[in-house]
T-cell receptor, first 114, second 111 residues
Framework: NAGVMQNPRHLVRRRGQEARLRCSPMKGHSHVYWYRQLPEEGLKFMVYLQKENIIDESGMPKERFSAEFPKEGPSILRIQQVVRGDSAAYFC????????????FGAGTRLSVL | DAKTTQPPSMDCAEGRAANLPCNHSTISGNEYVYWYRQIHSQGPQYIIHGLKNNETNEMASLIITEDRKSSTLILPHATLRDTAVYYCIVRPLFGNEKLTFGTGTRLTIIP
């Protein structure tokens, strides 16, 4: 039973480019959460999605950031026109959305903006 | 904001029990205590959770005080691979709320 899969593991972008981070939840999980960890800082919630719906985006920056979780395929966190301050580790977690709703995390994507 | 308070760092000798405290004096009746850890540069790893009874699994034990205002995570025989930042989080179990991470406790296992 594969865990939460994130790709790429490392992503390098130049300022102004777009970054796309992918997250495939664990089998049977229909809820996805994205968290960001800036260098030397703690994990901060960004957005919570269910299939085709954004449930809570209270942690998302107002501009340049978007997320989706389509009916088919992985969840995507998209960052447009990246800036150096976007350099961070982005972690995805998934949960079954029922019963004991434990969130399980992927290994993360480390974004470096040059 | 995190609803928990943890010491910033702790050391423990290899092979000994590591006891990590957490204060959550404002915990609500429907909130559980969760523990996660983050080994350097890796994704957070779920360890254990509990409501009011003591819990044990293959990784650790969780002791929750009767008034539920504090808890202790116990790693019974710490190894070097247990060196990590440990996070105590309170959150309703039967809901889909986000996890709010505090600063955690940086546990260092000493050889």
């Amino acid at each position: 039973n594969a865990g939460v899969m994130q790709n790429p593991r490392h992503l390098v972008r130049r300022r102004g480019q777009e970054a796309r981070l992918r997250c495939s939840p664990m089998k049977g999980h229909s809820h996805v959460y994205w968290y960001r960890q800036l260098p030397e800082e703690g994990l901060k919630f960004m957005v919570y999605l269910q299939k085709e719906n954004i449930i809570d985006e209270s942690g998302m920056p107002k501009e340049r950031f978007s997320a989706e979780f389509p009916k088919e395929g992985p969840s995507i966190l998209r960052i447009q026109q990246v800036v150096r301050g976007d350099s961070a580790a982005y972690f995805c977690a998934s949960s079954p959305g029922q019963a004991e709703n434990i969130q399980y995390f992927g290994a993360g994507t480390r974004l470096s903006v040059l | 904001d995190a609803k928990t308070t943890q010491p910033p760092s702790m050391d423990c000798a290899e092979g000994r029990a590591a006891n990590l405290p957490c204060n959550h004096s404002t915990i609500s009746g429907n909130e559980y205590v969760y523990w996660y850890r983050q080994i350097h540069s890796q994704g957070p790893q779920y360890i254990i959770h509990g409501l009011k009874n003591n819990e044990t699994n293959e990784m650790a034990s969780l002791i929750i005080t009767e008034d539920r205002k504090s808890s202790t995570l116990i790693l019974p025989h710490a190894t070097l691979r247990d060196t990590a930042v440990y996070y105590c989080i309170v959150r309703p179990l039967f809901g889909n709320e986000k996890l709010t991470f505090g600063t955690g406790t940086r546990l260092t296992i000493i050889p």
